[in-house]
T-cell receptor
């Protein structure tokens, strides 16, 4: 079953605008990660935020985490056509001493037009 | 290799046939994962291997699915008596410290 649910399912914006995607999850987590997928194949890790962090930045990406609401958001600023992809959140509920067992959401399809 | 390698990239098979999908993780990565992604959907966890520990098979959808990891490196996912609902992209990922996952490009499986 899906742990994360992204919102919106699809988003279309113009180049230069900001894109915001949201992720909600159901159970407590150790960390939450965002991945990007082009053309339905391999995923690329974007950013990881731990449960004791509230905000994190990486280049044009800004991620927030609200554990009380069990939600996260990914903001892409000054979007480019090359940002067109699907974006997935993934939650890590791993127990101490075990490897990550990420549970992925359903994804947001972002279309950036010129 | 430089990244996670999966083969074949595409596989077309007939219903009822067995298929084997291969994953070659990044050298030195101790954790290896298999996920399945149906068209337009999120990723469904199948199985993961961590070092010499027993694999977590909790995501395998039926006993037709099995996986092994030989020598702590290459992994093979086997699907016996394939069904049309098995059609999907099968993604492999590896990890060094058990957090950030590195994905391969996947195998597109089509069962006719």
């Amino acid at each position: 079953s899906q742990q994360g649910e992204e919102d919106p399912q699809a988003l279309s914006i113009q180049e230069g605008e900001n894109a915001t995607m949201n992720c909600s999850y159901k159970t407590s987590i150790n960390n939450l990660q965002w991945y990007r997928q082009n053309s339905g194949r391999g995923l690329v890790h974007l950013i990881l935020i731990r449960s004791n962090e509230r905000e994190k930045h990486s280049g044009r990406l800004r991620v927030t985490l609200d554990t009380s609401k069990k939600s996260s958001s990914l903001l892409i600023t000054a979007s480019r056509a090359a940002d067109t992809a699907s974006y997935f959140c993934a939650t890590d509920r791993r127990e101490a001493g075990t490897a990550s067992k990420l549970t992925f959401g359903t994804g947001t399809r972002l279309q950036v037009t010129l | 290799g430089a990244g996670v390698s999966q083969s074949p990239s595409n596989k077309v098979t007939e219903k009822g046939k067995d298929v084997e999908l291969r994953c070659d993780p990044i050298s030195g990565h101790t954790a290896l994962y298999w996920y399945r992604q149906s068209l337009g959907q999120g990723l469904e966890f199948l199985i993961y291997f961590q070092g010499n520990s027993a694999p977590d098979k909790s995501g395998l959808p039926s006993d037709r699915f099995s996986a092994e990891r030989t020598g702590g490196s290459v992994s093979t996912l086997t699907i016996q008596r394939t069904q049309q609902e098995d059609s999907a992209v099968y993604l492999c990922a590896s990890s060094l410290y058990g957090e950030k996952l590195f994905f391969g490009s996947g195998t597109q499986l089509s069962v006719l």
